[in-house]
């Protein structure tokens, strides 16, 4: 299918995470061999008109595909605030870029302007903010999802057809790390990893992306006959003591019958580059490379009946994001929706969103204990 009907994209906040996303609407469709949407970046909220302009001006120069640029940002919109881009009867859908206790109140607005949203992780600070955005939503008939774009890669898929294929027998544990040293201590205060009042620690910034590895094998595992959650076994914060933020936070997820995942966030370590994710099974693993946001590469290591020896057998299969950093994928999902006249995606359900929230909420009401 081919189209030319633009999704109209109303971008809020311009910070880094906002010119990725930006940055990948603008990539030829065709390039990661999607025929049958099209994106616009319509309209850009700040909080000043001249912040706007220069987000604006920057896609421009740092556009990554040629021959696009007149069709699909040229007649952008800079406004200086954000209920200019929730009211402009041009914009089809917003994508929320705000700091995190932003979310709840940012995406309601652009709900009750009657717009699609698509809103960065953490949906929200918990589940009582994020369950009425699904009532508003459901009331307005309009879609909402939350942008965990990793769901949406093709890396993903192919992990998954692996897991879920029983090819490596049944799945014994998940490992899944986010780890960066940020130095914290080098930081100011206002910074947003470190802030209470801007969502600050690892948990609530790097805590989706362990998560989507555990919700994608083990929650959507087809033992999981009926989808029920996991049980949160235990969990464990080590508290910067500046702010009072998570430095780290590691919790354990038990699904009945399907398998555990650990899964941890640090912001004052690295971790490895090789075994980002790592998943035991009854006859093999399999071991993801790279970042845990958009690793390139898995292994599937067949072990023999006596456990790992030196005579394993590895294969190793290279998945790379053809074009952009990859959050053009998960825009390709909002468009088929939208298109559709779906308010909710199958791939990233609102009950989903809801169990990793409800993980953070309980989580961060432990804190260090």
Request: proline letters at 5%; glycine letters at 8%; hydrophobic letters at 40%.
């Amino acid at each position: 299918m081919v189209t030319s009907r633009r999704l109209r994209w109303g971008i809020i906040a311009t910070g880094n995470i906002s010119v990725k996303f930006a940055k990948d609407l603008l990539v030829d469709p065709s390039t990661r061999g999607a025929f049958d949407v099209a994106h616009r970046v319509a309209a850009v909220g700040s909080r000043s008109v001249r912040s706007a302009q220069r987000f604006i001006d920057r896609l421009k120069t740092e556009r990554q595909t040629s021959g696009v640029l007149e069709s699909e940002i040229e007649q952008c919109k800079a406004y200086g605030s954000y209920d200019e881009v929730y009211d402009d009867p041009e914009v089809d859908v917003i994508y929320i870029g705000t700091p995190h206790p932003l979310h709840h109140s940012n995406a309601k607005r652009a709900l009750e302007a009657g717009k699609a949203v698509l809103c960065e992780k953490p949906f929200t600070m918990s589940v009582g903010e994020l369950d009425e955005l699904i009532r508003i939503a459901k009331e307005k008939k309009v879609f909402l999802m939350e942008a965990v774009w990793t769901r949406f890669l093709p890396i993903m898929f192919r992990v998954q057809e692996v897991i879920h294929s029983g090819k490596l027998g049944k799945v014994k544990r998940l490992f899944a790390d986010f780890s960066i040293d940020f130095n914290p201590d080098d930081w100011p205060y206002s910074w947003r990893m470190i802030d209470p009042a801007l969502g600050g620690g690892s948990l609530l910034d790097m805590g989706p992306y362990p998560a989507v590895w555990a919700m994608m094998l083990l929650h959507r595992h087809p033992f999981n006959t009926n989808g029920k959650p996991p049980s949160l076994v235990f969990s464990h914060q080590t508290i910067y003591k500046r702010s009072g933020v998570d430095a780290n936070s590691r919790w354990l997820l038990n699904w009945d019958g399907v398998g555990q995942a650990m899964c941890v966030t640090d912001m004052t370590a690295h971790g490895t580059h090789y075994g980002c994710v790592i998943v035991t099974c009854e006859k093999g693993d399999l071991i993801l490379d790279g970042s845990i946001a958009r690793p390139s590469t898995f292994h599937i290591i067949t072990r023999g009946k006596d456990g790992p020896t030196a005579d394993d057998e590895k294969e190793t299969f290279n998945v790379p994001v053809p074009a952009g950093v990859g959050m053009c994928y998960e825009a390709d999902e909002v468009y088929r929706c939208i298109r559709d006249g779906k308010i909710e995606s199958e791939r990233m359900p609102w009950e989903e969103s809801r169990i990793v929230q409800g993980w953070f909420d309980e989580i961060r009401a432990a804190g260090s204990g």
